[in-house]
């Protein structure tokens, strides 16, 4: 059985950086072809993908975003962490982490993160 | 700002059809399979369509997937009110020579 669920604050003061982790079970990030990528959306809107990375520590990251963003993987405890610098009330939003298979066919819940002084 | 574009709202009464479009371009949509996502209020979204017209296991015959040229469709058929969700397309883009992940603009489907 495939889950993920992501961990990390709730709340994060403008200009942090936020860790979130993605720990997941039923599958191996060091198996060929395996990704988990990071997807949020800001109360009310679309969905915005924010990166991928790969079994072989291939990295991808939203263009819009590449500059806040860094995605990195522990095989050995099944996560993946994500970390954006310089958060900005925008940034408010429920962030979930995914397994494309392809098509993102694994969710985690989600976890809402409020960026607010 | 996405650049894969979508009708925002669609309705039809049950046991109707709806038909939800997407469109991009020849660095998306055009070069790539295209994936729909099912997201009900509150919940995690749910994989409908993966590679352009595949549903994974457990997905209705309700459910299905078109592409042509640079755009996509989702049709369901036999609209229930279960199926009063928001709908999002989502495919690969390479138009700024690197791989990313695009999402549409989202639909969202009411059943009379």
């Known amino acids: 059985q495939i889950t993920l669920k992501e961990s990390g604050p709730t709340l994060v003061k403008p200009t942090q950086t936020l860790t979130l982790t993605c720990t997941f079970s039923g599958f191996s990030l060091s198996t060929s072809g395996v990704g988990v990528g990071w997807i949020r959306q800001p109360p009310g809107k679309a969905l915005e993908w924010l990166a991928l990375?790969?079994?072989?520590?291939?990295?991808r990251y939203s263009p819009s975003l590449k500059s806040r963003l860094s995605i990195t993987k522990d095989t050995s405890k099944n996560q993946v962490v994500l970390t954006m610098t310089n958060m900005d009330p925008v940034d408010t939003a429920t962030y979930y982490c995914?397994?494309?298979?392809?098509?993102?066919?694994?969710w985690g819940q989600g976890t809402l993160v409020t960026v607010s002084s | 700002q996405s650049v894969l574009t979508q009708p925002p709202s669609v309705s039809a009464a049950p046991g109707q059809k709806v038909t939800i479009s997407c469109s991009g371009s020849?660095?998306?949509?055009?070069?790539?399979?295209v994936s729909w996502y099912q997201q009900l209020p509150g919940t995690a979204p749910k994989l409908l369509i993966y590679?352009?017209?595949k549903r994974p296991s457990g997905i209705p015959d309700r459910f299905s997937g078109s592409k042509s040229g640079t755009s996509a469709n989702l049709g369901i058929t036999g609209l229930q009110t279960g199926d009063e969700a928001d709908y999002y397309c989502g495919t690969w883009d390479s138009s700024l020579s690197v791989y990313n992940y695009v999402f549409g603009t989202g639909t969202k489907v009411t059943v009379l």
């Open positions: 590679e352009n017209n």
């Open positions: 020849s660095s998306n949509i055009g070069n790539n399979y």
């Open positions: 990375i790969y079994w072989d520590d291939d990295k």
């Open positions: 995914a397994l494309p298979r392809p098509g993102f066919d694994y």
